[in-house]
């Protein structure tokens, strides 16, 4: 069992900053990628990106890519997604979710993670 526990979210004006945080459980040697998901509401829950925990390849969603970084802290078992650039549009529920599967692509479909955390709400204001 991977147990993920997500922080970092609030409310920001657009052209703001977040940062929020995902720390992973003590079995963390069982994870093979961690991606960020969103959901606004009425919409499917989206992809925004990922990062393999031991070599932190990444990649994004075109929609975020140049505003959004994930990267990762192994010794503190936490992966980071650094938001800059904040628009209204980015306003969601902010999901890190934990693929424990051994395979060398970074999945971007909800169903193939295992992992969830609770979320954590950012909303960015107009």
């Known amino acids: 069992q991977v147990q993920l526990v997500e922080s970092g979210g609030g409310l920001v004006q657009a052209g703001g900053s977040l940062r929020l945080s995902c720390a992973a459980s003590?079995?963390?040697?069982?994870?093979?990628?961690i991606g960020w998901f969103r959901q606004a509401p009425g919409k499917e829950r989206e992809f925004v990106g990922g990062?393999?925990?031991?070599?932190?390849?990444?990649t994004y969603a075109d929609s975020v890519k140049g505003r959004f970084t994930i990267s990762r802290d192994n010794a503190k078992n936490t992966v980071y997604l650094q938001m800059n650039s904040l628009k209204p549009e980015d306003t969601a529920v902010y999901y890190c979710?934990?693929?424990?599967?051994?395979?060398?692509?970074?999945?971007?479909?909800?169903?193939?993670?295992?992992?969830w955390g609770q979320g954590t709400q950012v909303t960015v204001s107009s």
């Open positions: 003590a079995r963390s040697f069982s994870i093979n990628t």
């Open positions: 979710a934990a693929d424990t599967l051994r395979r060398w692509d970074i999945p971007t479909l909800s169903h193939e993670y295992s992992y």
């Open positions: 990062i393999k925990w031991i070599s932190s390849r990444t």
